[in-house]
């Protein structure tokens, strides 16, 4: 209610404290919020992302800031709570198309740029300069890394979306200036276009695999599997089409951005 469009074309979502929801309606160039009480109202407006371009995203920090990044403006924003959108610096690093975005404990934003295929840290706390992360261990590189996701030991898991595949970063453990990572197992199933990734509440990882619309449960310990989403009651399959992003609730449910589907 009281936004137009009314359409929403969500490619990414985030919940504060309070138990309201930031919706980052990035075709229509707009970051929407939705109360508790199911009021929705446009809290800022960015330019508009393309559905040809890298999913957009948008985080939280601690103190109600969000951060959305925009692929078509190679540029990541900062909105402060009651404040306009302000672009952030991230020279001496050059942006091309930052995607999937994620923040640590100790003041750090992570940015998946998809355009220049690297995983850029910064420094959010003391202002240091930002800098891509150096990777051994893969035998072929990131190639349009887009959703990320970091979980209580600092690891960080990017959805590598032309490679088809999850990678672990050790953001802990640095060798020199280079962070070990290594290509998840998801034994028995294949990955199409993988665009978002979360740690979810058990500590595994849920998957968007958008290019085969669905999602992709990764426990952990256990099998993988393909998770069967159930609608309204008498039980029908729920079908997604083009699922790019997902949010874990306070609940410890998933809510799950189709961009397509609306």
Avoid: M, W
Avoid at 64 to 71: A, H
Avoid at 185 to 195: A, F, I, R, Y
Avoid at 218 to 241: E, H, K, R, V
């Amino acid at each position: 209610a009281g936004i137009t469009p009314t359409a929403i074309n969500p490619s990414s979502t985030v919940y504060d404290g309070a138990g309201d929801l930031y919706i980052d309606d990035a075709v229509n160039g707009r970051i929407l919020e939705t109360t508790p009480a199911n009021v929705t109202t446009a809290l800022a407006t960015i330019p508009a992302s393309t559905t040809a371009a890298p999913f957009s995203s948008i985080v939280i920090a601690g103190d109600g800031t969000l951060y959305v990044s925009s692929p078509n403006t190679a540029t990541i924003y900062k909105i402060p709570p009651g404040g306009s959108p302000v672009a952030i610096a991230t020279a001496p690093v050059t942006l091309l198309q930052p995607a999937g975005l994620a923040l640590d404990g100790f003041g750090y934003l992570y940015v998946a740029d998809a355009g220049t295929n690297q995983i850029v840290r910064v420094d959010l706390e003391n202002g240091g300069a930002p800098t891509a992360l150096t990777l051994t261990g893969l035998s072929v590189a990131l190639s349009s890394p887009q959703g990320l996701s970091v979980d209580a030991a600092d690891n960080l898991y990017v959805a590598d979306a032309n490679n088809n595949r999850i990678v672990k970063i050790d953001l802990h453990t640095t060798v020199g200036l280079t962070n070990p990572a290594t290509v998840l197992s998801l034994t028995g199933l294949t990955l199409s276009s993988p665009k978002a990734v979360v740690v979810n509440a058990a500590g595994g990882l849920t998957i968007a695999d958008t290019g085969n619309a669905r999602l992709v449960e990764l426990p952990l310990s256990g099998t993988p599997y393909a998770i069967t989403l159930l609608g309204p009651t008498p039980p029908t399959t729920f079908p997604l089409i083009t699922p790019v992003g997902i949010t874990l609730l306070p609940t410890g449910d998933l809510l799950v951005s189709d961009t397509v589907a609306g």
